[in-house]
């Protein structure tokens, strides 16, 4: 079941309940879940079937959602309103600077990517290089338990949080062989990340790819992003992600956190 959000016990003439159980309505879709029925998004929401279907239908005839008999699916048109809205962020423009210079000098793709629940957003990537079968745009997530900068970003929550945030949102999928679901597995690998502030991910979301990733900092000391690369054992190893590229990113992301964010 969902969870109920804070803000609707509390009377406040400022809030709008009704925008908010609507966009709670587009927060059960992911690149997991394409494609909902109306009862499903009742059950995630806590709403009735008939306000489900209403909310649905509405976003139908605004162009979010397209509807095949009894289940809806996003359309480009909401991916295009977050990725026009990160992308006109100055923030992740000055990142996205580094990036490309990384990625054209060191001909693998690198990404800045906060985190977003139990998922990864990115803010800024090189979008012409893909090391997994989806390509990935500004805007787009994915799992942090399985990738470097998700572990990064993990780790940087207390256990509390994170445990709160399976409860919510999980279960942890199995992607490949080599996904870490087991909870205490998870705490225990964030637990050498926090330690050695940075992280990698083998096999972990799609079978040969591989990744490292650091952090970046606010000027308060806070992580807010992390700035990773990714490639694909046919070309690179973990060794050669630690010994050639690891002190590229720290370095980076040292210039990255000093510029500000």
């Keep these: 079941m969902g969870t109920r959000l804070a803000d609707e016990t509390e009377p406040d003439n400022d809030f709008s309940l009704t925008l908010a159980r609507g ?9 997991e879940v394409r494609s909902v029925t109306t009862s499903e998004v009742a059950e995630k929401v806590e709403i009735s079937r008939a306000a489900a279907r209403r909310f649905l ?11 095949s008999k009894s289940s809806f699916s996003l359309t480009d048109k909401i991916a295009a309103i977050g990725q026009g809205t990160l992308a006109r962020d100055d923030r992740w423009l000055r990142a996205t600077a580094h990036v490309i210079e990384l990625s054209n000098r060191m001909n693998e793709p690198f990404s800045v990517s906060v985190l977003d629940g139990l998922r990864i957003r990115f803010v800024a990537r090189d979008q012409k290089r893909r090391i997994y079968s989806a390509r990935l745009l500004i ?31 999980g279960p942890l999928l199995q992607r490949t062989p080599k996904t870490i679901t087991d909870r205490q597995a998870l705490a225990e690998e964030l637990h050498r990340v ?8 083998e096999d972990e979301l799609e079978e040969g790819t591989i990744g490292i990733a650091v952090p970046i900092f606010a000027a308060n000391g806070k992580v807010v992003a992390a700035l990773a690369v990714g490639s694909h054992k046919l070309r690179r190893s973990i060794a050669e992600l630690k010994s050639d590229f690891l002190p590229v990113l720290l370095d980076a992301a040292d210039r990255i956190s000093s510029e500000g964010l």
């Design 23 to 31: 966009m709670r309505v587009l927060e059960v879709f992911s690149p």
């Design 57 to 67: 239908l509405t976003f139908v005839r605004l162009g979010y959602l397209t509807q």
């Design 139 to 169: 805007g787009d997530t994915l799992p942090a338990y399985c990738t470097a900068a998700g572990k990064v970003l993990l780790a940087t929550q207390s256990p509390e949080e994170i445990d709160r945030l399976i409860e919510v949102q």
């Design 194 to 201: 926090r330690l050695q502030s940075w992280a990698t991910a």
